[in-house]
């Protein structure tokens, strides 16, 4: 999924697509299909993580992937 996202924005030169936190504040972070995979102890470290890592009015937006089994998962 990385290696598509980075090919699909590659022509956008202020969104940069990683696996990991990035080394300064940023305005917007996102999160994709990721926190289904977490605890809950983990998916709370994360996001404290990632708060840490906006800007004073950055904001953090969260893709979730429901547990039970719905039509994306077909």
Do not use: C, F, H
């Amino acid at each position: 999924k990385l290696r598509a996202a980075k090919r699909l924005l590659k022509k956008y030169k202020n969104i940069v697509v990683t696996g990991t936190l990035p080394k300064k504040q940023v305005d917007t972070l996102v999160v994709l299909d990721v926190l289904y995979l977490m605890s809950d102890v983990e998916k709370i470290k994360l996001v404290k993580k990632l708060a840490k890592k906006l800007t004073a009015r950055g904001k953090l937006l969260i893709s979730v992937v429901p547990k039970e089994k719905n039509w994306g998962y077909y």
